[in-house]
């Protein structure tokens, strides 16, 4: 069954892409994750690949503008450099955010961005930003709550509340959200599986 094969086999590091140039063929479907620093991006990638260590902090020196690519079977898994850095220099943050765009806006076998949150914060302005500019690249995105363990119960519905209320601004969001945990193990099985389900 297709749905399997994509998350068949070892995941492994392709490459880091800093330019459109580097970019490898766009020869098979790939999916991209996004999110704050420190929102738990790299200890979902490996929660997802069940390979620990395989993608790094985003505040790891020299791999913070790049844009990384895993391969998995018939699948890209990319990740995207970690955005809101408080003390980043503007001619990063420039060069990054075209970067960005030109990724967005110009590869056609990207499927699904997503878009990590924490649950202890909800969407945040610059996440606002990064959802406004998959709107305008047409690229469908879903919202991955992250460290769902260390959100309290009674905190959870309105987090999810202040979540759809946001999303209900943005034309290329999914309704539907997906609460994970990366020490827990909740909701992996469940990103796998729409992973798996993209044609
Ligand atoms: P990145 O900068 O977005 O790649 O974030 P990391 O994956 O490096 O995670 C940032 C911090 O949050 C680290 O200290 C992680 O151990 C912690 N963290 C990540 N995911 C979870 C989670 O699901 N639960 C808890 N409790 N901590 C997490």
Not at 13 to 21: I, P, Q
Not at 37 to 65: D, E, F, M, Y
């Given at each position: 069954?297709?749905?399997?094969?994509?998350?068949?086999?070892?995941?492994?590091?392709?490459?880091?892409?800093?330019?459109?140039?580097?970019?490898?063929?766009?020869?098979?479907?790939?999916?991209?994750?996004?999110?704050?620093?420190?929102?738990?991006?790299?200890?979902?990638?490996?929660?997802?690949?069940?390979?620990?260590?395989?993608?790094?902090?985003?505040?790891?020196?020299?791999?913070?503008?790049?844009?990384?690519?895993?391969?998995?079977?018939?699948?890209?898994?990319?990740?995207?450099?970690?955005y809101g850095f408080a003390n980043a220099p503007v001619a990063v943050v420039e060069k990054w955010q075209r970067?960005?765009?030109?990724?967005?806006?110009?590869?056609?076998?990207?499927?699904?961005?997503?878009?990590?949150?924490?649950?202890?914060?909800?969407?945040?302005?610059?996440?606002?930003?990064?959802?406004?500019?998959?709107?305008?690249?047409?690229?469908?995105?879903?919202?991955?709550?992250?460290k769902g363990d260390k959100v309290k119960a009674k905190d959870v519905e309105p987090m999810l509340n202040q979540?759809?209320?946001?999303?209900?601004?943005?034309?290329?969001?999914?309704?539907?959200?997906?609460?994970?945990?990366?020490?827990?193990?909740?909701?992996?099985?469940?990103?796998?599986?729409?992973?798996?389900?993209?044609?």
């Open positions: 069954e297709k749905g399997r094969m994509l998350f068949a086999g070892e995941t492994t590091f392709l490459k880091g892409v800093v330019a459109m140039d580097g970019l490898p063929p766009a020869d098979r479907l790939e999916v991209c994750f996004a999110g704050r620093s420190n929102v738990g991006k790299s200890s979902l990638i490996n929660a997802l690949t069940g390979r620990r260590g395989l993608a790094r902090a985003s505040n790891t020196p020299g791999r913070t503008q790049e844009i990384n690519y895993f391969e998995r079977d018939h699948l890209y898994l990319v990740d995207l450099p970690g970067l960005l765009k030109a990724y967005l806006s110009g590869r056609q076998t990207l499927r699904r961005a997503f878009v990590l949150i924490d649950s202890r914060h909800g969407i945040k302005a610059v996440d606002d930003e990064i959802m406004s500019l998959l709107d305008t690249s047409a690229v469908p995105f879903q919202v991955v709550l992250t979540v759809r209320t946001k999303l209900s601004k943005h034309p290329a969001a999914y309704p539907e959200l997906v609460m994970t945990s990366s020490e827990k193990g909740d909701g992996i099985v469940t990103l796998r599986s729409i992973i798996a389900g993209l044609e």
